[in-house]
């Protein structure tokens, strides 16, 4: 029998995961991308409803909050493939890569539904599209979804001449926004879950 969590419970809940992420993000941010599904499936359960369960976000009545966005304005005119959270850098060490921008500058409020399930992050060498959503619900339900992400336009190659993905760099991205978003949300007023003591 599943227990429900009452507000202060939910809240504690939340402020872990959000903690965790932080901890997933320093080790990936020291050279460890194998994180990466750990992140996914924290940032999942925040916001990620299924059959079974609700997210974080939903059982706190928190989905009216605006979360930061760091996406690039997408030209559909563009010929090349859109890659909205990232900067492509070369390092003399490594060569080329995908990073994430971790800029607070580049940070626009939008509504928690756009900025998960609405807003575009990557488009493929296909023009298939990628949202937050898709993209975490196919890391942390490895269904091989992002297997399928066609990057025969992007030949760029790190130091040791192999193809570069920009996956792990776009999901660090996402938790740098979240986790500034979560730093300047009260919790406890903003959430519309009654509770009485």
Known sequence: MKVKLQKPELIILLKEKLSELEKLCSVFDSGN?????????????????????????????????????????YNPKSLINYLGLLNLKRKAEFGWNYYPKLNLEDLKLVSSENWWQNKKVIIDS??????????????????????????SGWTIKDGKGIKINPIAATVRQIAFELLTSFKTIDLEKESKLHYKL
């Open 126 to 151: 296909l023009g298939v599209s990628y949202s937050r959503a898709k993209i975490i619900k196919s890391i942390s339900a490895d269904d091989g979804e992002l297997d399928q992400l066609d990057t």
């Open 33 to 73: 991308a194998d994180v990466i599904t750990n992140m996914a499936e924290v940032i999942s359960r925040i916001f990620q409803n299924t059959e079974t369960s609700k997210s974080l976000l939903n059982q706190l009545k928190l989905s009216h909050v605006s979360i930061y966005c760091g996406a690039e304005f």
